[in-house]
């Protein structure tokens, strides 16, 4: 079946067709949000309103992209939905801590669970360490560094996602390297970021 007639029978809501959508894009849809969102519960979940997100938009998809690179560009806006919210709760709690009104953390870590088959890295403190100073890179460094170094995703695809033109992620790809270059060499020098 050609990628129209599909899209035209998940408008309609068959059921098949939505089926089928799960089968060809649940696991590679879980790779992109793992790869924003090192923890399996988290990525699990941003996974499944990526694809209530899919399911409620689909009438919305103009066809000016490929269904994959739509599917994508959700799924990449709701992984960095929920870093943010998870920045401003942790930005909130240290701030009812500073203001002496102190409420109990979360203790598990942000980065507790790393299994994502394209970071391959010897152990799990390194992807620790690596995965924070990625998160504390500028968010348009940190999506097209992520889409590309940990998610696979050719230039191209990523122009596509972004909507960003070819030099600009070439650039801002080249920014990225050097800021986690100097971010790492700080960290292994002082241990901190």
Known sequence: MNEENFINKLRLGNQ????QLLDDYQQKVFGT????????????DVA???????FKSISKFKGDAKLSTWIYKIATNKCLEFIRRKNTKKRF??????LGNEI???KTSYFTEVNHPGVLLENKE?????????????ESQRVIFTLAKIDGKS????????????????????RAKKG?????ELFYKNEKF
């Open 16 to 19: 098949a067709a939505f089926s």
């Open 33 to 44: 949000c793992i790869s924003f969102i090192p923890n399996k519960e988290d990525a699990e």
């Open 48 to 54: 499944q309103e990526v694809f209530l997100e899919v």
């Open 93 to 98: 709690a240290f701030m009812q801590t500073i």
């Open 104 to 106: 109990p953390l979360d």
């Open 126 to 138: 390194k992807s620790e360490i690596i995965f924070r100073a990625i998160n504390t890179l500028p």
């Open 155 to 174: 230039y191209q695809e990523i122009v596509e996602i972004t909507g960003k033109s070819l030099s600009s992620v070439e650039s801002i790809m080249f």
């Open 180 to 184: 986690l270059q100097h971010k790492l």
